[in-house]
């Protein structure tokens, strides 16, 4: 990737249009062409980049491994932009194995203090680096699906992809 600004490329997917932005050679946004959240700032999307230079490059492989289940875990170089809290959290979602999901609650426990469990929602949410961050992994105290920035179709697909053997057994999330 040239030049030291922000630069993006839109990459197809099963759940939409992903727009993948780029600085200094890390990801700090993959945003969902429906997104709840989207940057407010147009400059944070910068210029448009080219697919082939890194980490573009490695970011279509691993997103095309990743939907058709061949692949479980993201080796990306990532650089969210957010406030230490934030921060904290989005490191707490890239712990969340493949396959298995978070409460809130749980988060919070994680962070040491159960009361935060709405301020987790919120950080979740505001999660600039969909997928790959897996936020669609946390749900709500009895399991539900609730809240999602993409919207809960693309929730539940996520779910499902991570999960074959959850919609081979007839259970719907």
Not at 36 to 55: F, H, S
Not at 94 to 103: A, H
Not at 136 to 160: E, I
Request: charged residues 20%; negative net charge.
């Amino acid at each position: 990737m040239t030049g030291t600004g922000p630069a993006h490329v839109v990459v197809p997917s099963p759940i939409g249009d992903l727009t993948v932005v780029a600085e200094g050679g890390a990801v700090t946004h993959l945003l969902m062409d429906a997104a709840k959240y989207r940057p407010e700032d147009p400059d944070v999307l910068g210029v448009a980049g080219d697919p082939t230079d890194e980490p573009f490059a490695s970011v279509g492989v691993q997103l095309a491994a990743y939907f058709t289940g061949a692949l479980t875990e993201f080796d990306l170089p990532l650089a969210p932009r957010g406030d230490t809290f934030h921060q904290r959290v989005w490191a707490l979602l890239r712990e969340i194995p493949y396959g298995e999901t978070r409460s809130y609650g749980d988060l919070a426990r994680a962070l040491g203090d159960r009361n935060l469990a709405q301020a987790v929602g919120t950080a979740n949410g505001r999660n600039p680096i969909a997928v790959v961050v897996p936020c669609h992994r946390v749900v709500g105290s009895d399991g539900s699906l609730v809240g999602y920035a993409g919207g809960l179709d693309r929730k539940r697909f996520l779910l499902a992809l991570e999960e074959p053997s959850a919609t081979a057994s007839g259970r719907l999330f």
